[in-house]
């Protein structure tokens, strides 16, 4: 167990139904366009995220939704880890999380997060390896970010969206329920579901940031219907680090940002219009993590990278997806 890990992560466990339940009910009372106020403020908690941390992951199954399902053992972990702005720019925002090992300095380019305010469209996790472009129903997009996550190889993960509320000084976004794919923690170890439908909540902390996610986990069937097998509850908490040298973080950045941009460039071409994008890995996705992952390394120990390099590997792993119809299950579960 990580020693960093605090028993808040446990208490937050009985509380987290009710504390969503009240966060989405003032999110929907609240209508009408955002000030220039509102979108400033919207703006400063997103960057907020950006800067130093000690993080905790603690995951618990809370309610059991099939006869005879026995709860899996509640997962702790925890790192250290640079949260560094990539873009900035008046409606987007793009953050980059990279882990640094403490004892051997070793570097991780961790996931993504990019922010759009009022985006037309996003992706959606629609079958297995598969992602989806929709557009994003105006109803749900009026004033609203929706905020995308990507894999270590910027490969897609999940979208969400939702507003940003800055209520008595606390700021907090909460999305609407989409769809993701298994978690790099269980996919190796579970064979009774193959989707989280998850609602995401971020809120901005006097000495960091937290994420808690609110999922189902769901089997999804071929021929549409689905079985939600147990509800659990994530809480990721970003604390201020002090005494932690990210500088090797930083110095992998420096060396391989124009390589990673190409990379992103590539996955926008399949992700920013319809219909979407389809991986031909096996779902780990080690077939595209290494071979970027080495042309990283490349670049870090001085040597190039030519661009035919690059599309060599999205050639051979990536194509469009066959259609931009909804997901089997008709919607995520609440």
Partial sequence: MNPHIRSS????VAFAGLALACVLSAAAARAGDRSADDLARDRAAILAMRGEYIVDFAFDETVRLQPGYERKPAMRSGADETVIVVEDSPGRIVLQ???????????TKHWRQDWVYQASNRFEFSADQTWTVHPVAPTLN??????????VSD???YCGTGRWEHKDGVSTWTSDPSWRPLPRREYTKREDYNALSVVNRHTVTVNGWTH???????????????????????FNDYQ???????????????????????????WDAYLSR?????LKTEIDGMAM??????????LEEGGTVGDDEIDAVFAKWVEPATSPATSPGASPAR
């Fill in 97 to 107: 999380h990279i882990l640094v090992d403490a004892k051997s300095q070793h570097v």
């Fill in 212 to 234: 808690e996610q609110f999922n189902t986990k769901v089997l999804r069937k071929p021929d549409g219907s689905q079985v939600e097998l147990v509800r659990e509850f994530g």
């Fill in 155 to 157: 490969a897609p993960r």
């Fill in 289 to 298: 993590i290494i071979p970027l992952f080495e042309q990283a390394g490349t």
């Fill in 9 to 12: 992560a446990t208490t937050a």
């Fill in 274 to 278: 319809a219909p979407g994008a389809h």
């Fill in 240 to 266: 201020k680090a002090e005494d932690i040298d990210f500088g090797a973080a930083y110095r992998y950045w420096d060396a391989t940002r124009d390589f990673w941009a190409k990379v992103r460039a590539r």
């Fill in 142 to 151: 009026q004033g609203a970010w929706t905020q995308c996550v990507y894999e």
